[in-house]
């Protein structure tokens, strides 16, 4: 993009021979504005045929799982976490409470890696399986923060909004539109309210459960949690690693979200200056030119706001030809509109 907005033109399709092509065949129709768009509300025909038109369902369904595949992926990481290192318990040294809860301690600590240095592999066996796990405990947690964490958030971010409009007759509508405006604001704020509950929760319980001063309670919540693990203080009874294997998780996660929240709303504050600035400021002959699409001296709604979200980033080049190429498929009959007809043939093809 110019900085002053009239050097070059955004759209360059001039650079282009198969782009000059296109316009050539475009100097021969005009766009023509549609009367209506379809209610995004209406749901297509069902069919009785064999292919069956899939609704609402990503096409990366199978390379993002859902909340309930992560919960089996993780309740799978740990059972088979716990069942290797009971196994290998004689194995690791350190602070010891029972067998099944400290591999499962283990495995949490070592997942988040925080790594205490109070369960520390002691043999060739289990420094090589907890490498093992060590990764694929990282990768987890990034299925984990991508897919359960904004699926408790966004639940929490309907609650959120029904309890600020309480007393007021706000539909489901009104709700999705309110988090869809502010969703990374309202994420933000509920991370952040349950990462204070969870660090005041955590050095309550170090006072409490595990006997330390609130100082060495507070800095061992700080160091769980930003994975530092010095491991000076950590837990060692079994009511505390009860609670550790629960609360870490949680702690580690919530943090990590936060960071990500924050890099969200930097950048949607620089994508909403670059919108203000694209709506404000003054269209030039040039930006006139290049919004031109076909060429014909004017430029309607269609090219126009083509431009405008290519000015602002929201949609590329490549976006723009390969909808175009999608259309010039399906137009059969070479009119520039697009009818049931074509629709029919271009399926019969």
Same mark, same amino acid.
């Given at each position: ?16 021979? !198969? ?27 069902? +069919?009785?045929?064999? $292919? ?105 971010? $309907? ?28 994420? *933000? ?37 930003? +994975? ?16 550790? $294997? *629960? ?25 909403? !200056? ?44 490549? &976006? ?12 059969? &009959? ?7 007809? &074509?629709?029919?043939? !271009?399926?019969?093809?």
């Amino acid at each position: 993009m110019a900085s002053n907005g009239a050097k070059e033109p955004l759209l360059s399709w001039s650079l282009d021979p !198969a782009t000059q092509k296109t316009k050539r065949q475009l100097r021969k129709r005009r766009y023509l504005r549609s009367r209506s768009a379809p209610l995004a509300n209406v749901a297509p025909p069902e +069919t009785n045929g064999n $292919v069956s038109i899939p609704r609402f369902k990503s096409i990366f369904g199978k390379l993002n799982p859902s909340f309930r595949e992560v919960a089996i992926y993780f309740a799978v990481y740990l059972g088979i976490g716990v069942v290797i290192f009971y196994l290998v318990r004689n194995q690791i040294k350190g602070k010891k409470t029972v067998g099944v809860l400290d591999a499962l301690y283990f495995t949490i600590v070592t997942m988040t890696t925080v790594g205490y240095g109070d369960l520390v592999p002691n043999s060739t066996l289990t420094k090589l399986l907890a490498c093992a796990f060590v990764f694929t405990g990282m990768a987890l947690i990034g299925l984990i923060l991508t897919k359960a964490g904004d699926y408790l958030v966004e639940k929490q971010e $309907v609650l959120l909004i029904k309890a600020m409009n309480i007393g007021q007759k706000v539909g489901p509508t009104e709700i999705l539109k309110e988090v869809e405006i502010n969703k990374t604001r309202f994420k *933000f704020f509920l991370v952040l309210f349950l990462l204070l509950i969870l660090i005041a929760t955590g050095t309550a319980f170090l006072v409490i459960v595990e006997n330390l001063d609130i100082i060495d309670a507070f800095y061992c919540v700080c160091s769980t949690f930003t +994975t530092l693990g010095y491991g000076d203080r950590s837990f060692s009874t079994q009511a505390g690693r009860v609670f550790a $294997v *629960f609360w870490i998780l949680a702690g580690t996660i919530c943090l990590t979200q936060l960071f990500l929240c924050i890099a969200e709303l930097n950048t949607e504050s620089k994508q909403k !200056a670059i919108v203000k600035w694209v709506l404000t400021r003054k269209m030039t002959n040039l930006d006139l030119e290049a919004a031109d699409l076909d060429e014909d001296g004017t430029v309607g709604a269609a090219e126009f706001i083509i431009y405008k979200l290519k000015e602002m980033g929201k949609i590329s080049q490549e &976006d723009i030809s390969l909808v175009l190429q999608e259309f010039e498929e399906l137009d059969i &009959d070479q009119y520039g509109t697009l009818s049931i007809s &074509d629709l029919t043939l !271009a399926q019969s093809s």
